[in-house]
C-alpha cells in the first residue's frame, strides 16, 4: 500500500537553479499536509505546512491540489544548504495503527557549486 | 528546552540481546511515537502513546514493547533483537492529533542487531 509517493530522485541541481517535487496521496479524507526536511543520519524536521491555497516561505513554495491529491515543493535560487531528503507528510486524521501522520519515503535533493 | 532527546545514540547488539530505548521529551507534549526508518522504506511507527500511562501499537510492533510510566518518558524495549530490527530509530512527540498537529522528532537511535 502505497499512501504517500514521492519521485526518490536523486535531484542533482546547480545552485541558483529552481527544482520541483511532487507527491501524491491516495486517502482522499486527509485532512492536512506538510513537508519535512530530514539531513543525512539526522532527524525529519518540519520545513511548512501546505494549505490549499498554496504558500510561500522565502525561497519556498508549496501547493495542494485536492482534486487530484497532489503536493508541491518549489526551491526557488536553490543553495548548497537545501542539499537535503524533502519528506511528503499527510494528516490522516485518525489513521489507525498508521498513526495520524503518514510520511513519504523521501525525494533526495543534492544542491552542486 | 532540549526538545526531544533520546538515549543511547548508538548501539550494537548480538542476537538475543535486550535493550531499551529511553525518550524524553520537556515540551509537555501528550502524544509520544516511536518510528524505525530503513533504507528505501520510510518512517514506520512502532507504537505510540497518547497519554501517560496509555501505549498503543502501530504498523510495526513485532518484537517490540513499550511503556509510558511518566508523561515526559517513552520507552521501545526489545526483548530479543534480531538482525531485522537493525535500523535507525526515532522518537517524536506532539501536542495531540488536531489536523495541523506537527511531530517533533528526537536525533535518533542507531541500532545494528548481529
Known amino acids: 500500500r502505497k499512501e504517500v509517493e514521492q519521485d526518490p530522485g536523486p535531484f542533482n541541481v546547480p545552485e541558483g537553479a529552481t527544482v520541483a517535487f511532487n507527491c501524491t496521496y491516495s486517502?482522499?479524507?486527509?485532512?492536512?499536509f506538510f513537508w519535512y526536511r530530514q539531513d543525512c543520519r539526522k532527524e525529519p524536521k518540519l520545513l511548512m505546512s501546505?494549505?490549499?491555497s498554496g504558500n510561500e516561505d522565502g525561497r519556498f513554495t508549496a501547493q495542494l491540489n485536492r482534486a487530484s491529491q497532489y503536493i508541491s515543493l518549489l526551491i526557488r535560487d536553490s543553495k548548497l544548504s537545501d542539499s537535503a531528503t524533502y519528506l511528503c507528510v499527510v494528516n490522516v486524521g485518525n489513521g489507525g495503527s498508521q498513526g495520524n501522520l503518514i510520511f513519504g519515503k523521501g525525494t533526495k535533493l543534492s544542491v552542486k557549486p | 528546552n532540549a526538545g526531544v532527546t533520546q538515549t543511547p545514540k548508538f548501539r550494537v547488539l548480538k542476537t538475543g540481546q535486550s535493550m531499551t530505548l529511553l525518550c524524553a521529551q520537556d515540551?509537555?507534549?501528550?502524544?509520544m511515537y516511536w518510528y524505525r526508518q530503513d533504507p528505501g522504506m520510510g518512517l514506520r511507527l512502532i507504537h505510540y502513546?497518547?497519554?501517560?500511562?496509555?501505549?498503543a501499537k502501530g504498523e510495526v510492533p513485532d518484537g517490540y514493547n513499550v511503556s509510558r510510566l511518566k508523561k515526559q518518558n517513552f520507552l521501545l524495549g526489545l526483548e530479543s533483537a534480531a538482525p531485522s530490527q537493525t535500523s535507525v530509530y526515532f522518537c517524536?512527540?506532539?501536542?495531540?492529533?488536531?489536523?495541523?498537529?506537527?511531530?517533533?522528532f528526537g536525533p535518533g537511535t542507531r541500532l545494528l542487531v548481529l
Open positions: 502513546s497518547v497519554g501517560e500511562g496509555t501505549t
Open positions: 486517502n482522499s479524507a486527509s485532512q492536512s
Open positions: 501546505v494549505y490549499s
Open positions: 515540551m509537555n507534549h501528550e502524544y
Open positions: 517524536a512527540s506532539s501536542y495531540g492529533l488536531a489536523v495541523q498537529e506537527t511531530q517533533y
